[in-house]
Every structure is written in C-alpha cells, then in structure tokens.
C-alpha cells in the first residue's frame, strides 16, 4: 500500500531563510508526487507536481521540490522565506496512471518568523 | 468560473440525523472527490468518481454515500450521522482522472456531530 510521511508537524523559519519542508513515500509503481498548501480556514490550493523527467520541479510563489528516487522523497523547498508563506502543507502521492487515488501526508505547519 | 463550490459551510447535527453535502464544479473536470480533514490525520478519501454514473469507495467510506448524476454535481450523504464524523469535509475536482491532474478544492463544509 502506498503512503505518505511527512516527518515534521511544526518547521519554524526565520523571515529571508532558506526553508525545507520534508516528504518522503512508499509506493510499489512509479509515484505522481504533490505538494499542496493550506492557509487558515480556506481549501488546498495546488503548489507543483512531479510527474516524470527533471528532478527539480519548480512551482507557484517560488517554490520548488526535488524528487529523489533513491531516497524516495520529495523535499519542499524555497531559498527565501516570506511571512506570508506561513501555512500547512501537505505532500501527496499517486501511484502512477491509471490511479484514481491521491493519498495525503499528515501535514506539516510553517511558521515564518518576521 | 466559480470552481469549486461547496455548501453549507457550517452544520450541526444531532447524532442520528441524516444530511447530504453538496459540491458542485464548472470546469467540467470528469475526476471528483470528497475528502476528510481531522487534526493531524491529513486527508483522508471518503469516495470519488471518474464520471458521470461511476464512483468508487476510497479509504474511508464507512457511514457516507454519493451519487454522480451529472458532471458537475457530486453530493456526500450522511445517512445516520455519528460524532466519529464530525470533520471538515473537503470536496475536489481534477480535469484528469488517473492522470497525476492537479486537484481544485473547494472551500470546505465544517460538520459537527452532537
């Protein structure tokens, strides 16, 4: 069965840091990865996928992930933090075409500190 | 477009009653879903369908039923409600259905069970 951990509840940054928010995954296909995000009282909003090709995926509001097949993970990154980046984020998997089913990591909460 | 749209945002029920969430979507996306959102549970897949007429249970399906009459409606029925259900329901729509397609929330139903 597939699955999802998102080892960290909490990650506290310092405003203009670099931040890393960590996913890693256990599928037996080859995974559709995800990375959504969450502000307070509102829906998911899409970040960035990964789907095949280039390990780096870059997406919306400068974010960006790396996909490590030997690792399997999928780390959130971006070089400079902004308050306004302070969410909950959620990794998410899809075990290749074909499934119907996107399975959800835990979550993890931002904190920017300006 | 409006998206996705969801309602009520807010419901109490006593434990018992019946109720049916509503989820609508004008993008025309073939994939819907409903999801469950509990602290530190992630998101967890009540039901989804890949079309009009076809919906399939996801990992928790128990106590919920849906129906997919059309492309743009896909109601959750609660047919004897539980506190184990009091949530935040999220519903969302994928232009592709199996098919690593980002998914569009909508802004969620917050459902207390008394």
């Known amino acids: 069965a597939q699955s999802v951990a998102q080892p960290e509840d909490q990650v506290n940054v310092a405003e203009g840091n670099p931040l890393t928010v960590k996913c890693t995954y256990s599928v037996s296909g080859n995974p559709y990865l995800f990375w959504y995000v969450q502000y307070p009282n509102r829906g998911l909003q899409f970040l960035l996928k990964y789907i095949t090709g280039d390990n780096l995926v870059k997406g919306s509001y400068g974010f960006e992930a790396e996909f490590n097949k030997s690792q399997t993970s999928f780390h959130l990154k971006k070089p400079s933090a902004l308050v306004s980046d302070s969410a909950l984020y959620f990794c998410a998997l899809e075990e290749g075409a074909g499934s119907y089913q996107l399975t959800f990591g835990k979550g993890t909460k931002l904190s920017v500190i300006p | 477009n409006a998206g996705v749209t969801q309602t009520p945002k807010f419901q109490v029920l006593k434990t018992g009653q019946s109720m049916t969430l509503q989820c609508a979507q004008d993008m025309n996306h073939e994939y819907m879903s409903w999801y469950r959102q509990d602290p530190g549970m992630g998101l967890r897949l009540i039901h989804y369908?890949?079309?009009?007429?076809?919906?399939d249970q996801g990992e928790v399906p128990n106590g919920y039923n849906v129906s997919r009459s059309t492309t743009e409606d896909f109601p959750l029925r609660l047919l004897s409600a539980a506190p184990s259900q009091t949530s935040v329901y999220f519903c969302?729509?994928?232009?592709?259905?199996?098919?690593?397609?980002?998914?569009?929330f909508g802004p969620g139903t917050r459902l207390t069970v008394t």
């Open positions: 369908s890949v079309g009009a007429g076809i919906t």
């Open positions: 969302a729509s994928s232009r592709l259905a199996g098919g690593a397609g980002e998914q569009y």
